[in-house]
């Protein structure tokens, strides 16, 4: 089932100076059309690219007399304090690199206090990778067509402790990545744990669309029936922030899937300023979207994140070295964050917002 060229190493590798590292070094260790899948883009990655352009565009300015004798990363996101503002963001799949998949990524999360949101796509059992997530997760759920296979899943992510549900809204069709399909790659059958949510089927691609998308009944259907938080993935039209606050929901994460639905959306970094201007503090809002080392991740938060999340480097760094790997690329990137916060004289990633950390577009150049 591993589709590697060598297998994960279970030692930290030589030579990673920084958390985006490991994107360079999981080359070595996946087949060219897993590897095309797992970094690729929808369609030709310009989405992709875009996000990683506007994190580049924004420049820190930094403040050099500030204090920081009580500086710390901690966050509090859904009234839980937080030892600092990094997620893992959830991954279908992950057995696809390595064995101990989304179990390793939870002992890797677990390590640095990290919570994770785990993908219904997950290859482990849920209960197995709650066992092991120490410092918390959340359960992504797709809401499909059928309520009953929707409000199972709900229940069992309870049972089993999960501390909010995030409903992912901005997948229900894909145009698909052409680097993947160049590459050649195709699933392998039989990876994920439980059935995938069966959506009705459908030829057209409205068709599809109206099986798989989340309607506001759905969302209102399961702001009343969850125990815990809904936080809703995939929101970039401030107008739609909005419905998701008078819905009721807890947070919005501010995220076009990494580039992976619609080549030509706009940077998630792009819409973030703007959808916490409408959200004010009545919601959490997370963001997640090319983020590759401290720097963003500073960036993010002055630009309205409450926390970000972390997406393809948890399964780069999977794939290189395992719970290991994670642990290890998560440190990093809570170091690098640290060391950003002290240069730029950030003390306080609370206020970081009102901080004027950043010029961006033209006048950064
Ligand atoms: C291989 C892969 C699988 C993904 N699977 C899911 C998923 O099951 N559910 C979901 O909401 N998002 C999924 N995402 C999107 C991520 O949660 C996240 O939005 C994105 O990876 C963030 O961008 P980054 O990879 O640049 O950090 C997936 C992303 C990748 C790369």
Same mark, same amino acid.
């Given at each position: 089932?591993?589709?590697?060229?060598?297998?994960?190493?279970?030692?930290?590798?030589?030579?990673?100076?920084?958390?985006?590292?490991?994107?360079?070094?999981?080359?070595?260790?996946?087949?060219?059309?897993?590897?095309?899948?797992?970094?690729?883009?929808?369609?030709?990655?310009?989405?992709?690219?875009?996000?990683?352009?506007?994190?580049?565009?924004?420049?820190?300015?930094?403040?050099?007399?500030?204090?920081?004798?009580?500086?710390?990363?901690?966050?509090?996101?859904?009234?839980?304090?937080?030892?600092?503002?990094?997620?893992l963001?959830?991954? /279908?799949?992950?057995?696809?690199?390595?064995?101990?998949?989304?179990?390793?990524?939870?002992h890797?999360?677990?390590?640095?206090?990290?919570?994770?949101?785990?993908?219904?796509?997950?290859?482990?059992?849920?209960?197995?990778?709650?066992? /092991?997530?120490?410092?918390?997760?959340?359960?992504?759920?797709?809401?499909?067509a059928?309520r009953?296979?929707?409000?199972?899943?709900?229940?069992?992510?309870?049972?089993?402790?999960?501390?909010?549900?995030?409903?992912?809204?901005?997948?229900?069709?894909?145009?698909?990545?052409?680097?993947?399909?160049?590459?050649?790659?195709?699933?392998?059958?039989?990876?994920?744990?439980?059935?995938p949510?069966?959506?009705?089927?459908?030829?057209?691609?409205?068709?599809?669309?109206?099986?798989?998308?989340?309607?506001?009944?759905?969302?209102?259907?399961?702001?009343?029936?969850?125990?815990?938080?809904?936080?809703?993935?995939?929101?970039?039209?401030?107008?739609?922030?909005? @419905?998701?606050?008078?819905?009721?929901? /807890?947070?919005?994460?501010?995220?076009?899937?990494?580039?992976?639905?619609?080549?030509?959306?706009?940077?998630?970094?792009?819409?973030?300023?703007?959808?916490?201007?409408?959200?004010?503090?009545?919601?959490?809002?997370?963001?997640?979207?090319?983020?590759r080392?401290?720097?963003? @991740?500073?960036?993010?938060?002055?630009?309205?994140?409450?926390?970000?999340?972390?997406?393809?480097?948890?399964?780069?760094?999977?794939?290189?070295?395992?719970?290991?790997?994670?642990?290890?690329?998560?440190?990093?990137?809570?170091?690098?964050?640290a060391?950003?916060?002290?240069?730029?004289?950030?003390?306080?990633?609370?206020?970081?917002r009102?901080?004027?950390?950043?010029?961006?577009?033209?006048?950064?150049?």
């Amino acid at each position: 089932m591993i589709d590697s060229k060598s297998p994960p190493v279970d030692r930290i590798p030589p030579g990673i100076r920084g958390a985006e590292d490991y994107e360079t070094l999981a080359a070595q260790h996946l087949a060219a059309p897993t590897l095309a899948y797992l970094a690729g883009g929808s369609g030709d990655d310009r989405t992709l690219r875009w996000n990683r352009e506007a994190l580049d565009r924004a420049r820190l300015k930094p403040r050099v007399f500030a204090r920081l004798d009580h500086a710390s990363t901690t966050v509090t996101v859904l009234g839980r304090p937080l030892a600092h503002p990094l997620l893992l963001a959830p991954v /279908a799949c992950q057995g696809l690199v390595h064995p101990g998949a989304e179990v390793d990524i939870a002992h890797g999360a677990a390590a640095t206090d990290t919570p994770l949101v785990l993908s219904s796509l997950a290859t482990r059992p849920l209960e197995e990778v709650a066992a /092991a997530a120490t410092a918390g997760w959340w359960y992504q759920l797709w809401l499909g067509a059928d309520r009953t296979d929707s409000l199972a899943r709900l229940r069992r992510a309870e049972r089993a402790g999960c501390s909010a549900i995030v409903v992912t809204v901005d997948a229900a069709v894909q145009l698909p990545s052409r680097r993947a399909l160049r590459a050649g790659f195709t699933m392998p059958p039989g990876l994920s744990a439980d059935p995938p949510p069966c959506f009705a089927h459908a030829d057209t691609p409205f068709g599809r669309y109206r099986a798989a998308a989340v309607r506001r009944e759905d969302l209102c259907w399961l702001v009343e029936t969850s125990t815990v938080p809904v936080v809703v993935k995939g929101i970039l039209h401030e107008a739609d922030a909005g @419905v998701c606050r008078e819905l009721g929901v /807890a947070g919005v994460v501010v995220s076009n899937h990494g580039g992976r639905t619609i080549d030509g959306v706009v940077a998630s970094f792009d819409a973030l300023p703007r959808i916490r201007s409408v959200l004010g503090d009545t919601c959490a809002v997370l963001f997640d979207g090319g983020v590759r080392s401290g720097a963003d @991740v500073l960036k993010a938060i002055a630009a309205g994140a409450d926390a970000v999340l972390i997406g393809r480097l948890q399964i780069f760094a999977l794939a290189v070295a395992g719970a290991l790997g994670v642990a290890h690329m998560l440190k990093l990137l809570r170091e690098e964050l640290a060391l950003t916060m002290a240069v730029t004289g950030c003390a306080d990633l609370r206020t970081a917002r009102d901080a004027d950390l950043f010029v961006t577009g033209r006048g950064a150049d």
